[in-house]
């Protein structure tokens, strides 16, 4: 039975998904063009084609159970010395994108998970250990407010490039109590 490489992940939004890149761009992110600005809820896993709508309704009823996450970004830090990660952390919602993320990482989306659940945006994937401090000095400041409404599923294509295949908007409102 044919598979597809599927990953679940929040796409920032515009203008940030653009200054992003742009942060990317200056770090020398080698998945910068076939990966877009994002915050990964379930990394890279193999659906067989028969099981697209079970991986198609997971991702609409966790939607459907979420409201909007308001989230702050930044400023950059490091996975180093475990990887050679230059990414920035997640301020905010993280109680919500923690609970979103249980919600999604089902059957047929479901996978084994070698190291723990930390929300972030990577700049810089493989970077030179050496360069890590610089550009954690140099972009201290950084953080930028994100509005995410919609969750989105990825497929990798040929040559590694993931594009969205579809997102579901997040419709759970909450009313003043």
Do not use: C, K
Not at 77 to 103: E, K, M, N, Q, S
């Amino acid at each position: 039975m044919p598979r597809r490489r599927l990953g679940v992940a929040l796409l920032l939004p515009e203008p940030s998904a653009t200054e992003v890149d742009g942060l990317r761009r200056a770090l020398g992110d080698g998945t910068l063009g076939r990966i877009p600005a994002h915050l990964t809820l379930v990394p890279p896993v193999n659906v067989r084609d028969d099981d697209m709508p079970a991986a198609l309704d997971v991702l609409r009823q966790a939607a459907a159970q979420t409201g909007p996450l308001d989230v702050r970004l930044g400023p950059p830090t490091t996975f180093h010395p475990v990887t050679p990660v230059v990414y920035l952390g997640v301020d905010g919602d993280v109680t919500a994108i923690h609970a979103l993320r249980d919600r999604v990482l089902r059957p047929p989306l479901e996978r084994r998970l070698t190291r723990p659940f930390v929300p972030h945006v990577t700049l810089a994937d493989e970077i030179d250990p050496v360069r890590i401090p610089g550009a954690v000095a140099a972009l201290a400041d950084y953080v930028v407010d994100v509005r995410f409404e919609a969750v989105q599923l990825l497929e990798e294509a040929r040559g590694r490039v993931w594009r969205p295949i579809a997102d579901a908007t997040f419709t759970r409102r909450w009313l003043p109590g």
